[in-house]
């Protein structure tokens, strides 16, 4: 559902950019919608890699939520309400959601690369290593807990926004935000103890 200003209690905000986009957009304006994907579509494919853990799968999330936009919901867009962020962050999680409760097929493994000689592979590898294992960690936090690390780390929403895109508290979403670390860091100490053991 596309919010307005009657279901956020945010009537009267002036209109902004995306505002006069979405007017366009309703109105058949394919440079507009363009221009609209452009503003938010990588952070919105941030956002839903981070949540799915597969770029690929982050795609087909973010596609559809554009999809849904172009199709109809920008026609029931009201000027003053909600940002046009709060929704797209607010879709593009509870699409995610979506995603992640149903029947995932087995996956295909990686092909195996062969070596690269190339200077500072070894540093890419390593990174790369790094990365992968953060990566996995957030994938095994509980789902709210997964979409306020993405919202506020991906998308770069301050803690108020982030809460109003996930639909909590600004106390909820701390609270969501400190559990989120603090089983990270405890997932993550073998990493750190093993780079504190390389920088001795």
Request: with cysteine; net charge negative.
């Amino acid at each position: 559902m596309v919010a307005s200003s009657s279901d956020t209690g945010a009537a009267g905000r002036p209109h902004d950019e995306d505002d006069l986009l979405l007017a366009r957009v309703a109105a058949g304006d394919a440079a507009a919608f363009g221009r609209l994907v452009d503003r938010h579509g990588e952070r919105a494919l941030a956002v839903a890699t981070r949540m799915l853990g597969s770029r690929a799968d982050a795609e087909d999330a973010v596609q559809d939520v554009f999809t849904r936009l172009w199709a109809g919901a920008a026609a029931r867009w009201r000027p003053g309400g909600a940002r046009f962020g709060t929704w797209l962050w607010r879709a593009v999680a509870n699409r995610c959601l979506d995603q992640l409760r149903r029947p995932r097929m087995g996956e295909l493994t990686d092909a195996i690369d062969p070596p690269d000689p190339s200077p500072g592979a070894l540093e890419r590898l390593e990174r790369d290593r790094v990365l992968r294992q953060v990566t996995d960690a957030i994938q095994t936090l509980p789902e709210r807990q997964r979409m306020a690390i993405a919202l506020v780390y991906d998308a770069g929403l301050n803690g108020a926004e982030a809460a109003e895109a996930m639909g909590v508290s600004a106390g909820a979403m701390e609270q969501l935000l400190v559990r989120a670390r603090r089983s990270l860091r405890t997932g993550l100490r073998p990493l750190m103890d093993e780079e504190d053991k390389g920088g001795a």
